[in-house]
């Protein structure tokens, strides 16, 4: 049998695809290393989920092999295997959008044009995009709709420009302690931005509405008020998805991919031909079955004419930070707001997405507020040292973990900046390491390039300077070059010119007239928002290019 | 059924298994890590005990379990040795031979040095995971240490346990 289409991956890269095509009546195939997981199936098991990762791979079984850069041009290595450092986020169907929080911004005009918009920095692969925001912007409006999108459109100087006066699901209920943010805000002359999210706030589409749970990213959901790419795409329409599939190896001539190989979970080898195939194993596995596909037409890895597989990988740089609030300086209406739990908090900050330092215009970024994460097992460990440093245990660590969680609660920030791109942060594959299926491991070298800190810096004092507005006390930051590794990018970067970029500006290899790529690997550059949003918004528009393909 | 005995014979292993206690390079005494563990715990944290929490059975449920590495469980094992050398060297007698006070103090000192602090708090991040865990483990049947601090788990629980 040969299908349409064929589709590696089954997260939000590749589900709107399978969900276009095959609602237009082609026949489209989706191949999924995870397994089969379903709304019935999940529940808010700290100890499965955090702690012993059930929706990921063993390390012992399949890993990375890490190299850290030093400014020096040093590196220092780590086999994941050993030293627990990943990149994995979850593998099953739908992807890590299963576990995401949902955590929806549209990247801004100036986003797409990056190097036009603030010029050259040294030491960084800067580019604009071949794409603008209009292009995108219907697919953003369509995301909202069928993935389903819930918020607020609030006026601010950085508001993008929309083609929906407002988003179609009203926005989800709020804790209390957002009234404090907004007055802060106010006072401050902040506009505080709801912030859009990703979940259902009604029954809709098929799915029903928020239950608030407490336990939203990190967990999959349990009313498929989610949108992620399962709930909200593959299980709305008649691909076929066969999960436990792990694709090793794309065959292709010197124009066309013609199958693809996959093991299933007794390592029993299968092929699938396919008319077109898309990949969107997430940006490092992608690169991966590129480099571990090379043959005589392309002996340095597969779509890799150029020699830019692999290249210019990003993350979201920037950073967290937190504030505590406490039971002696509230009154007690504040006490009960602050502990009311299940609520969400959803507030965000634009108000520097680009800023002047009087010297020059820098792209800043997104500050997202909410509250630490509602694990127990993982806030009461964070209390096992007092505040000088020593270990605690007996009566002293019960004394200080009751106060600690019944008389106070934390808020967080997220900031979200650009992670310049550069030479020494890349996916290769380590030829002599092999994981548990025998096949080249993927190499990831990782480099952040200064500026990242600096503009991550910026953003997180004036979250924290908010935070102190607020009330709280024991403000702190963190702002590091620690990659996080459920919002990586590139490594395929798209563009007009075959030479200096693996996919055109359709996501379509250069090299190859029927390979696509649909994850966030395309991206040359990522905004400073969570990719989410893009990626599926990317991933409808480059079904409607397929799609005009195959009516051909 | 065969392979489950034995299954079930190496998982017993860890606590009832024995560890060799060294002292000037001669060989003091033995214990299992569970003697001593049964006692450690809830030196660490007795509100466990007053909860209800079985410590002891959710130590034989992380020798068992699938993701953690062998590594780790060597470690803990490895610990109990250490512990009782450190009890020895100090009171020339084992770990859960000495008084409660004694215990405590030979507590205070292991904190000080790197291989204790270490080996403590990952004991202690294990016996909070006991604390807090879903019933469908076994060790945590009343959610004691969730109603202690007024905790609401999300719903759905958790139908199997994963191991």
Redesign the interface.
């Known amino acids: 049998m040969i299908y349409d289409v064929c589709i590696i991956g089954s997260g939000a890269g590749g589900s709107p695809i399978a969900y276009e095509l095959s609602n237009a009546g082609f026949n489209v195939v989706v191949l999924e290393k995870g397994k089969y997981y379903k709304e019935e199936d ?7 989920v955090s ?4 929706f990921t791979p ?1 390390l ?1 079984d399949e890993f990375h092999i890490i190299n850290e850069y030093k400014p020096s041009g040093n590196f220092t290595r780590y086999s994941g295997k050993e030293s627990g450092w990943n990149f994995w986020n979850s593998s099953m169907v739908g992807g890590s959008s299963n576990l995401m929080s949902g955590y929806f911004h549209r990247m801004k005009p100036n986003d797409f044009q990056l190097r036009s918009s603030y010029g050259e920095i040294q030491g960084a692969n800067v580019v604009d995009w071949p794409i603008s925001y209009e292009d995108l912007e219907p697919y953003y409006d369509k995301v909202e709709r069928v993935v389903g999108v819930s918020g607020r459109v609030v006026e601010h100087k950085y508001q993008e420009p929309r083609s929906s006066k407002e988003f179609p699901y009203k926005m989800l209920e709020v804790n209390g302690v957002t009234e404090w943010f907004d007055k802060a805000c106010e006072e401050m002359d902040y506009v505080s931005i709801p912030t859009p999210r990703a979940v259902l706030s009604e029954d809709a589409l098929g799915r029903k509405g928020c ?1 608030y ?3 939203c990213g990190s ?1 999959g959901c ?1 009313s498929g008020a989610k949108g992620g790419a399962r709930a909200a795409l593959l299980q709305r329409c008649k691909a076929e998805v066969i999960s436990e599939a792990f694709v090793y190896r794309l065959e292709s001539d010197a124009t066309k991919v013609t199958k693809a190989y996959y093991y299933d979970k007794a390592k029993k080898s299968h092929t699938i031909e396919a008319k077109i195939f898309v990949l969107s194993a997430q940006a490092i596995e992608s690169v991966r079955l590129l480099f571990n596909s090379k043959n005589t037409h392309f002996p340095n890895g597969l779509a890799n004419s150029s020699g830019e597989l692999g290249n210019n990988l990003i993350f979201s740089a920037g950073g967290s930070g937190s504030g505590r609030f406490v039971f002696e300086k509230l009154t007690q209406k504040q006490q009960k707001e602050l502990m009311q ?2 609520l969400f908090f959803n507030r965000s900050l634009q108000e520097w997405y680009d800023y002047d330092d009087g010297c020059r215009n820098y792209k800043g970024g997104t500050i997202d507020f909410l509250f630490e994460h ?1 694990n ?2 993982s806030r ?2 964070r209390e ?1 040292y007092d505040e000088e440093g ?2 605690l ?3 002293a ?2 004394e200080r ?2 106060k600690r ?2 008389t106070s609660r934390v808020l967080t920030f997220e900031v979200f900046n650009d992670w310049l791109p550069t030479d020494n942060c890349n996916v290769r594959v380590d030829e002599k390491t092999k994981d548990k299926w025998g096949v080249p491991v993927g190499m990831i070298n990782l480099n952040s390039h200064p500026h990242d800190l600096e503009v991550g810096k910026h953003l997180a004092i004036k979250a924290a300077e908010l935070l102190k507005k607020m009330g709280a006390i024991k403000v702190e930051y963190s702002i590091s070059s620690a990659p996080p590794p459920n919002l990586v990018a590139g490594g395929c970067r798209f563009g007009e010119d075959a030479t200096k970029s693996v996919l055109d500006k359709n996501c379509k290899a250069h090299d190859l007239k029927n390979l696509y790529v649909s994850d966030a690997s395309f991206m040359p550059t990522g905004g400073s928002v969570p990719y989410t949003w893009t990626i599926y918004a990317n991933s409808f528009r480059i079904a409607q290019k397929i799609l005009a393909t195959l009516k051909t | 059924m065969v392979q489950n005995k034995r299954r079930n014979f190496l998982i017993a292993g860890f606590v009832t298994s024995v560890v060799v206690v060294m002292n000037s390079g001669r060989i003091f005494s033995q214990v299992t890590p569970d003697t001593t563990l049964s006692i450690l715990q809830y030196d660490l944290f007795p509100q466990a005990k007053e909860m209800d929490v079985n410590l002891a059975a959710y130590f034989t449920l992380i020798q068992r379990h699938s993701r953690i590495d062998e590594d780790e469980k060597k470690y803990l094992k490895n610990g109990i040795k250490w512990i009782n050398e450190e009890a020895v060297e100090v009171h020339e007698a084992l770990y859960h031979e000495l008084p409660e006070s004694k215990r405590q103090e030979l507590l205070q000192s292991i904190s000080q040095k790197e291989w204790g602090e270490s080996y403590l708090y990952t004991l202690l991040t294990y016996i909070m995971e006991a604390t807090f865990s879903d019933p469908i483990y076994g060790v945590n049947p009343k959610r004691s240490g969730q109603q202690w601090l007024a905790f609401e788990n999300g719903l759905p629980y958790p139908k199997e346990a994963y191991l």
């Open positions: 999940f529940s808010k098991d700290e100890l499965a702690r012993r990762d059930m063993n012992q239950y749970s407490n336990f967990y349990s739990v299940g509602q127990i097992i009461v460990n096992l020593n270990l245990w007996g009566q660590l019960a973990l009751h969680l019944t």
